[in-house]
Structures are given as structure tokens and as C-alpha cells.
């Protein structure tokens, strides 16, 4: 079975803190993704990557950077945490190739007060 | 441009009864469908999955989606709804052109199923 952890399942940070959330798959996939899920907006994504060291833009990445040093693992960092980025985030991988599937992680509920 | 609209945000039904999530999308290519369900604090799982094969797809628990080209729509359904399908669904669409790696999620519909 594909698992995709995350080091956090709850946290709580100060405006202003860098905040680290970490993302690891073991299943060698080449494509990482960061969303973040709020009520009523379903997911939206903040970074992709497809390779190390390789990033692109989401649809919302203001106030986020992304990085991928090993092919495993895909961290998200808030570089000065806002209250506007309450947020659950949810990490994913999915192998190349058309018609593949995103394997979720279990999410981080992270709370900026 | 692909977008995924889900008609519905909450469905209540009785346990036993049928269910109909429904899920229409916009699509400039021929694209991939998916039906993922996320229970409360957790991570999406998949449900079922459409890439171009059989129009009508099965998947876990029970459910079922069908492909209809002509109403751009993938509608989800199970013959028989049980409580632990509680939980809140949502409608994915991918382009199988070069934006492959793009993923466009229906705002969800939180199934209610009450005994």
C-alpha cells in the first residue's frame, strides 16, 4: 500500500513563526503536491513538484515556498504565518502518467493565532 | 479551462436507501474522473477512478459512477447507503493532455445518512 505520512496531525503557531510541514511518501513517486482545505472551497493547490529540486506554482503559493531535496519528501514552509493560513493542509504523491491517481496523507490542522 | 461543479453540498439520506452524488465537469481534453471520500480529520481516499475505458466504473464499499460524455457528467451512486458512508465526497478532474499533473476538486457534498 502507497503511504504518504505527515509529521504533524495538529499545530499551533504565532503570527509571525516559519512553520515546517513535512511530507514523506514511500512509494517512489515522482509527483508531490501541497493543498490546503477550507469549509465550503474544497481543496486548492499551493505547490507541485515533479522531480527534486523541481517546483511549480499553484493556484494560491502567496505566503508559501516548497522544498524537495529527496525524492521522498516534500516540505511546505510559511515563511511568516498569518492568521489567514488556518487551514488544514493535505500533502499528496502520484506516479507519472496520464489517468494516475493522488495519494493522499492524513493532513495537518494547522492553527496561526 | 477544466472546472468541476458538485451540485449538491449536502445530501441526507436513510440508511438503506439509495445515493446520488452529483458531479458535472468542463473539459478542453478527454479527461480523467475521480471520486475521492474524505471521513472527518482524515486524508481523501479514492473511490473510483474513469481514464477512458469502460463508461460505467466501480469502485470501493459499493459505489459506482458512470461516464456520460453528452451531459459532461459523472455522477456518483450507491444501491444502498450504510452509516459508515457518512463522510464527504468529493468530484476530481484531471486533464490527460500536458497538464496532467493538474487536478481540479469540486468544492465536496457531505453525505448525511441518518438510520
Known amino acids: 500500500d502507497v503511504k504518504v505520512t505527515q509529521s504533524s496531525r495538529y499545530l499551533v503557531k504565532r503570527t509571525g513563526e516559519k512553520v515546517f510541514l513535512e511530507c514523506v511518501q514511500d512509494m517512489d513517486h515522482e509527483n508531490m503536491f501541497w493543498y490546503r482545505q477550507d469549509p465550503g472551497l474544497g481543496l486548492r493547490l499551493i505547490y507541485f513538484s515533479y522531480d527534486v529540486k523541481m517546483k511549480e506554482k499553484g493556484d494560491i503559493p502567496e505566503g508559501y515556498s516548497v522544498s524537495r531535496e529527496k525524492k521522498e519528501r516534500f516540505s511546505l514552509i510559511l515563511e511568516s504565518a498569518s492568521t489567514n493560513q488556518t487551514s488544514m493542509y493535505l500533502c499528496?504523491?502520484?506516479?507519472?502518467?496520464?489517468?494516475?491517481?493522488?495519494?493522499f496523507g492524513p493532513g495537518t490542522r494547522l492553527t496561526v493565532l | 479551462a477544466q472546472s468541476v461543479t458538485q451540485l449538491d453540498s449536502h445530501v441526507s439520506v436513510s440508511e438503506g436507501t439509495p445515493v446520488l452524488l452529483r458531479c458535472n465537469y468542463s473539459?478542453?481534453?478527454?479527461?480523467?474522473l475521480f471520486w475521492y471520500v474524505q471521513h472527518p480529520n482524515k486524508g481523501l481516499q479514492l473511490l473510483l477512478k474513469?481514464?477512458?475505458?469502460?463508461?460505467l466504473v466501480k469502485g470501493i464499499n459499493g459505489f459506482e459512477a458512470e461516464f456520460k460524455k453528452s451531459e459532461t457528467s459523472f455522477h456518483l451512486t450507491k444501491p444502498s447507503a450504510h452509516m459508515s458512508d457518512a463522510a464527504e465526497y468529493f468530484c476530481?478532474?484531471?486533464?490527460?493532455?500536458?497538464?496532467?499533473?493538474?487536478?481540479?476538486f469540486g468544492s465536496g457534498t457531505k453525505l448525511n445518512v441518518k438510520p
Open positions: 474513469y481514464t477512458s475505458a469502460a463508461t
Open positions: 476530481v478532474v484531471s486533464d490527460r493532455g500536458y497538464n496532467f499533473n493538474k487536478f481540479y
Open positions: 499528496a504523491s502520484r506516479p507519472s502518467g496520464r489517468g494516475q491517481e493522488q495519494f
Open positions: 473539459s478542453s481534453y478527454s479527461p480523467s
